[in-house]
């Protein structure tokens, strides 16, 4: 997705969206996905892990000013976390102590 | 599972969202469902003990996939704030949210229609009071966005573009403004203290916003919804809709040549028409779809404008 601010991108007469479904939906299910399918690299909930099998790394995503994660929660739905990309640079970031 | 049901008489689809009828409804500040879950304490719908913005496919989804979607939005861990006493840079951030949210799903084949609001206060149906949004992706497009199309086609151009003309030539019923955005009750306002905040310059959707567009639109709510909150010097319930172009396959090809079939405004539909009364939507307004008004929009205006400048 283009997240960029466009303006000049403004046109008049011509659809902006490439529509899609998830990679891999049976054409039956044309229109069927979730936003957990949108992500990249969506975590499936732990009940659906092995056991002993660790949660994947999260993938951040960027947006203007915010970094976002996805995650699903337990019963399958996702949820985005958005954190302003200053914050998460702060806490990425040793603190005096912690480097000491 | 959510069915649509066709209105032949008004031409129109129902939702009929039966399991909706369970949704949490007002529970007490220890079980808020938008609270952080915080150690040792019950779990929420963020399975974190702090968060910043946190957006969520809906429990109780009014749509849902494969025929749209229903998220909810959760502007702050903070339950006792509101959108207008968030930070400005968290305001601004929920700007590029929504822009986030719009972009995502307008790409999804099932959605016609990305519809982001608040819904804030009991008189119009709160249920939760913390303080955050909903978005849902309608599977088509409904008839409000539809009558903005037609507009566009009967004016000739982009219908949002010339109705902010005009405020800004007669300047009667404008609330406030910044160098982006005009915040104005509208000219044949049906609400008594509805309010459109419009870009000034013509932005389909927030996709197309720059970041200083985007900041001065998030300035503008604030700033109204603190005048809001002062006009009657309690929480103002209202309901916030932000009015962006169809995102359909045709896309803004829906609109006429050159109007882009869209234009991002905000309309504020508040039921008080004052500090103890509602305003009903009863026979006139049900049984005909005509709406009868108490206030006129310039005198709504002018004392908009007054609350305004004392929650400065």
């Known amino acids: 997705l283009d997240t960029t601010p466009s ?27 979730t936003l957990g399918d949108m992500a990249p690299n969506p975590a499936p909930p732990p009940s659906e892990r092995a056991p002993g099998e660790e949660a994947p790394q999260e993938r951040l995503e960027h947006c ?32 005096a102590g912690e480097r000491r | ?13 129902v939702a009929y969202a039966i399991h909706r009828q369970d949704r949490t409804f007002l529970p007490t500040r220890e079980h808020c469902p938008l609270c952080p879950t915080r150690p040792g ?18 429990r109780f989804p009014a749509f849902e996939v494969p025929r749209g979607a229903a998220e909810v939005v959760v502007y702050t861990d903070d339950h006792d704030a509101s959108f207008g006493t968030l930070a400005p840079s968290r305001a601004e951030d929920l700007m590029w949210v929504w822009r986030q949210r719009y972009c995502e799903l307008a790409a999804r084949e099932d959605v016609e229609y990305v519809m982001i609001f608040e819904n804030r206060g009991v008189e119009v149906g709160v249920t939760l009071h913390h303080p955050h949004g909903q978005i849902y992706g309608f599977p088509f497009v409904p008839p409000v966005p539809a009558l903005e199309l037609a507009a566009d086609a009967r004016l000739g151009g982009c219908a949002p573009c010339a109705l902010l003309h005009r405020e800004l030539e007669d300047r009667t019923r404008i609330v406030c403004e910044n160098d982006a955005v005009v915040a104005f009750v509208p000219y044949a306002a049906r609400w008594a203290y509805e309010v459109h905040v419009s870009m000034r310059e013509h932005r389909p959707s927030l996709r197309e916003c720059d970041a200083a567009e985007l900041r001065l639109l998030a300035s503008a709510l604030q700033t109204l919804i ?21 995102t359909g396959a045709s896309g803004q090809a829906t609109g006429p040549a050159g109007a882009g079939g869209g234009h991002v405004h905000v309309e504020f539909y508040p039921p008080l028409r004052s500090a103890t009364k509602l305003k009903y939507l009863a026979g006139s307004e049900q049984g005909a779809g005509t709406f009868i008004s108490d206030t006129l929009p310039e005198q709504s205006a002018a ?7 004392r929650a400065a």
Do not use: C
């Open chain 1, 7 to 33: 303006p000049s991108s403004v046109t008049a007469g011509a659809s902006p969206w490439r529509k899609h479904r998830a990679s891999g939906a049976p054409a039956s299910a044309n229109r069927g996905y």
């Open chain 1, 64 to 95: 203007g000013p915010l970094t976002l994660a996805r995650h699903a929660k337990d019963d399958g739905r996702a949820l985005i976390l958005f954190r302003h990309a200053a914050t998460a640079a702060d806490e990425a970031t040793p603190s």
């Open chain 2, 1 to 13: 599972m959510s069915e649509l049901r066709f209105d032949e008489l008004r031409g129109e689809q």
């Open chain 2, 41 to 58: 304490g019950p779990s929420s719908e963020i399975p974190f003990p702090a968060f910043e913005i946190a957006v969520f496919e809906n």
């Open chain 2, 226 to 246: 603190r005048g809001y909150d002062a006009l009657f010097e309690r929480p103002f319930p209202y309901v916030m809709v932000l009015h962006q172009a169809p």
């Open chain 2, 303 to 309: 004392t908009l404008r007054e609350a305004i400048a």
